[in-house]
T-cell receptor
Framework: GENVEQHPSTLSVQEGDSAVIKCTYS??????FPWYKQELGKRPQLIID?????GEKKDQRIAVTLNKTAKHFSLHITETQPEDSAVYFC????????????FGTGTRLTIIP | EPEVTQTPSHQVTQMGQEVILRCVPI?????FYWYRQILGQKVEFLVS????????KSEIFDDQFSVERPDGSNFTLKIRSTKLEDSAMYFC???????????????FGPGTRLTVL
């Protein structure tokens, strides 16, 4: 089955700087890669996603890149703000099956004011 | 905007007791999921459900677990005899489907925090 690895586990960034979180996946059949933001005690919230026919996607300060050959994808947050502090999870899903999400281990992002 | 809802928000139970966690998926969704998140860990897949039957389950989903869609709106997860290690946040999720074409985006409910004493 799919295995998703995520790095780093913790990341501290000065407010206004950029943050990058990286994930790798194992199943070459996976073709949808969402990123979730989770605040303490809350549900995972989808912040951006990318499909395998696209190499990059951007939404305001957030961007995701995908390298299918290397089987890795990354989340980029620019101009970070204190409200970006949260745990971020990458995930992968395959269309061949029931589309269950396989999550990475999470990155605790702390924005230092 | 329609949302997935879950009840209760917090359930405290004694070890060995049965619990039922309830979810109401978004009304036009046809694919349903339960995930579990132990405190401080990643979200883990438990089971998926489509067309009134389980389509896939993880190794976590043993004989103590069952799912049901009793009335066309609720989607329930039952744990027959809870163990201490069942303490976790349980999330329900669903996927939109229209005309046989599925979108991948999963909508999560707010979760039920289960505490087993």
């Amino acid at each position: 089955g799919e295995n998703v690895e995520q790095h780093p586990s913790t990341l501290s960034v000065q407010e206004g700087d950029s943050a990058v979180i990286k994930c790798t996946y194992s199943d070459s059949a996976s073709n949808y890669f969402p990123w979730y933001k989770q605040e303490l005690g809350k549900r995972p919230q989808l912040i951006i996603d990318i499909r395998s026919n696209v190499g990059e996607k951007k939404d305001q300060r957030i961007a995701v890149t995908l390298n299918k050959t290397a089987k890795h994808f990354s989340l980029h947050i620019t101009e970070t703000q204190p409200e970006d502090s949260a745990v971020y999870f990458c995930a992968a899903i395959s269309n061949f099956g029931n589309e269950k999400l396989t999550f990475g281990t999470g990155t605790r992002l702390t924005i230092i004011p | 905007e329609p949302e997935v809802t879950q009840t209760p928000s917090h359930q405290v139970t004694q070890m060995g007791q049965e619990v039922i966690l309830r979810c109401v998926p978004i009304s036009n969704h046809l694919y349903f999921y339960w995930y579990r998140q132990i405190l401080g860990q990643k979200v883990e897949f438990l089971v998926s459900f489509y067309n009134n039957e389980i389509s896939e389950k993880s190794e976590i989903f043993d004989d103590q677990f069952s799912v049901e869609r009793p009335d066309g709106s609720n989607f329930t997860l039952k744990i027959r005899s809870t163990k201490l290690e069942d303490s976790a946040m349980y999330f329900c999720a669903s996927i939109y489907s229209s005309g046989g074409a599925r979108r991948n985006e999963q909508f999560f409910g707010p979760g039920t925090r289960l505490t087993v004493l």
